[in-house]
């Protein structure tokens, strides 16, 4: 198991900008396919992002693409999400999480390791 802490939330302005951290201690960072996720009030949790072992392939949700960009530094054991031009409807608890392998799907429960949550509100 990896243990995951995420940082870097807060509450911004329609059009402004947002960087997640994600650290990660515990089992080698650079063996897992990390991913963000975010749970809007009142709804489910739902896909952002992810990112391969070594940053080779990442898939973007529809909603975030060209938007969000999402990166690791191995040697930091660190995932960072850049999210900029954010809107109201990005409100949520972002989570970043860890799974073993990149699957054809994305499966909440592919993710094994969770972090606690970060607020990010964007209202004027």
């Known amino acids: 198991q990896v243990q995951l802490a995420e940082s870097g939330g807060g509450l911004v302005q329609p059009g402004g900008s947002l960087r997640l951290s994600c650290a990660a201690s515990?089992?080698?960072?650079?063996?897992?396919?990390m991913g963000w996720f975010r749970q809007p009030p009142g709804k489910e949790r739902e896909f952002v992002a992810r990112?391969?072992?070594?940053?080779?392939?990442?898939e973007y949700a529809d909603f975030v693409k060209g938007r969000f960009t999402i990166s690791r530094d191995n040697a930091k054991n660190t995932m960072y999400l850049q999210m900029n031009s954010l809107k109201p409807e990005d409100t949520a608890v972002y989570y970043c999480?860890?799974?073993?392998?990149?699957?054809?799907?994305?499966?909440?429960?592919?993710?094994?390791?969770w972090g606690q949550g970060t607020q990010v509100t964007v209202s004027s």
């Open positions: 999480a860890a799974a073993r392998d990149w699957t054809a799907q994305v499966l909440l429960r592919d993710f094994g390791s």
């Open positions: 515990g089992r080698t960072f650079s063996s897992y396919v």
């Open positions: 990112i391969s072992r070594f940053g080779g392939l990442i």
